[in-house]
């Protein structure tokens, strides 16, 4: 099967090796590909990386081999009673992000790029960063005014240059895309390129085989969304499958101080972000929101505001149980402690530990 990307906006169709980062209509790609029906059988036991789920990913060669760097794997912890997390930050670069830059970089691997352009707000550009010193491949990263020092020195740390850009997170990325166009080099973004999605994705695929199941409330800080869109085609995956019988409501979680999704209908609201702890998800304008907002996932969803307040005494209340973590994620448990004080939930729940705590300083 020839596999490419499609626009959702115009339907035109685009290979795999093109170098514009989204469609001549201005349509964000879409993955051009359906995975074969999920099955237990069809996952690699001798690999403990995400390309164990490689069956299910739109891979056409062996050159992962030269990208992974044992991503994936993390534990699904039972931590309190009806509620799970996700060590997702026990991994290479100490964030999430690595599931879906393993799968970009392999895209970059295969159809030649010898230097990419990224923006980020720092777990992202730490992802791609060391991906693309393990595939041999040069790459500068975008970071805005107000990054943790630490995630820049990562970045660097890495091989990568890093540009810190004197604007909000918007901004660069902005700043970022103009120069990827104006000098023609490749934009290896993880919110535009759809690669990073089926790396993301098996955050899903590693719940279900871990659990046998999947909890029936997912809670998922989004900014860009990049879990949440790989969470919600693997969810869709096992639903067509017919290996679960329904599906888990997700909670999008975003911070009280910058919410454009949070009321919205179609798109994304106007809205003028401030200063907050969760600058993981401090994205004023996501690129794809109207595709995180629109009806991709058949099953329930809402979007809750993690209250800013709370946000320090969650990540302390964490790592007295051992668990230290960067303040996006624990934005994410003080929007669930919030959330399971007003109403308690039906079902049990898990929360996604997207970054680890030495990555911020705030």
Same mark, same amino acid.
């Given at each position: ?24 209509? /201005?349509?964000?790609? *879409? ?50 009673? /009806? ?49 693309? +010193? ?18 820049? #020195? ?33 934009? +290896?973004?993880? *919110? ?85 702890? #969760? ?9 794809? /929101? ?15 505001? #993690? ?11 964490? #790592?007295?149980? /051992? ?10 448990? +003080? +929007? ?27």
């Amino acid at each position: 099967m020839l596999i490419g990307f499609i626009c959702p906006d115009c339907g035109a169709k685009a290979p795999l090796n093109i170098l514009d980062y989204k469609c001549a209509c /201005g349509g964000l790609f *879409v993955l051009d590909y359906t995975p074969p029906a999920y099955s237990a059988d069809l996952i690699d036991p001798t690999e403990w990386n995400i390309f164990r789920y490689r069956a299910f990913m739109p891979l056409e060669n062996e050159f992962w081999r030269d990208v992974t760097l044992g991503e994936g794997m993390t534990a699904t912890l039972p931590y309190q009673e /009806g509620l799970y997390l996700k060590l997702d930050y026990a991994m290479p670069t100490l964030s999430f992000k690595d599931r879906g830059a393993a799968a970009l970089i392999w895209l970059c691997k295969t159809i030649g790029i010898s230097r990419v352009l990224q923006d980020s707000s720092g777990n992202a550009g730490n992802s791609v960063a060391a991906y693309c +010193a393990r595939a041999g491949i040069d790459c500068e990263i975008y970071v805005p005014k107000g990054t943790s020092p630490k995630k820049i #020195a990562m970045i660097e740390a890495h091989g990568a240059s890093c540009t810190v850009f004197d604007g909000s997170r918007d901004q660069t990325a902005d700043a970022c895309r103009q120069k990827a166009a104006q000098e023609g080099i490749y934009y +290896a973004n993880h *919110v535009y390129n759809p690669l990073f999605y089926e790396g993301t994705k098996t955050f899903i695929y590693e719940v279900f085989e871990q659990l046998g199941r999947i909890p029936d409330n997912l809670f998922i800080p989004v900014g860009n969304g990049t879990l949440l869109l790989g969470c919600q085609q693997a969810l869709m995956h096992l639903y067509s499958s017919k290996v679960i019988n329904r599906l888990p409501k997700l909670y999008i979680v975003q911070s009280e101080r910058c919410a454009p999704l949070y009321g919205a209908q179609g798109s994304p609201r106007d809205i003028t972000p401030e200063e907050t702890y #969760a600058e993981g998800i401090a994205i004023g304008k996501p690129m794809r /929101g109207r595709q995180i907002l629109g009806g991709g996932y058949a099953g329930p969803r809402g979007v809750i505001l #993690a209250p800013e307040a709370d946000i320090l005494s969650a990540r302390q209340a964490l #790592a007295r149980d /051992g668990l230290f973590v960067e303040h996006t994620t624990a934005a994410t448990y +003080a +929007a669930y402690q919030a959330l399971v004080r007003r109403s308690p939930l039906e079902g049990d729940a898990l929360i996604p530990l997207c970054g680890a705590g030495l990555k911020s300083e705030k």
